[in-house]
């Protein structure tokens, strides 16, 4: 069974930075994409960062110059530097993977969610 993993949030204070990490364990074939999106109270779900199995990357226009996505396929896991933290970053940041798994080929994982709470 395929598990995303996240960790790493927080309280901080506005200005401040938090690394999450999200580790995908079980029976993987492969990874394609992997990203973090966020949600907060009231809103959808949305995009935050993206990197490809190649290492291409793609922001929101608002953390692009403040957040940095990476990537380490040895260990199947995706990390999000986020520096400059403002008080609109606060969300429940969830992980994403695109993988390939033995019996049910390709689909869509999410992990359970980690809060980030920005603090004026």
């Known amino acids: 069974q395929v598990q995303l993993v996240e960790s790493g949030g927080g309280l901080v204070q506005a200005g401040g930075s938090l690394r999450l990490s999200c580790a995908a364990s079980g029976s993987i074939f492969s990874i394609n994409a992997m990203g973090w999106y966020r949600q907060s109270p009231g809103k959808q779900r949305a995009l935050v960062a993206s990197i490809t199995s190649g290492g291409r990357t793609d922001y929101a226009d608002s953390v692009k110059g403040r957040f940095t996505i990476s990537r380490d396929n040895a260990k199947n896991t995706v990390y999000l530097e986020m520096n400059s933290l403002k008080p609109e970053d606060t969300a429940v940041y969830y992980c994403?993977?695109?993988?390939?798994?033995?019996?049910?080929?390709?689909?869509?994982?999410w992990g359970k969610g980690t809060q980030v709470t920005v603090s004026s």
């Open positions: 994403n993977a695109v993988l390939k798994a033995p019996v049910t080929g390709w689909g869509n994982y």
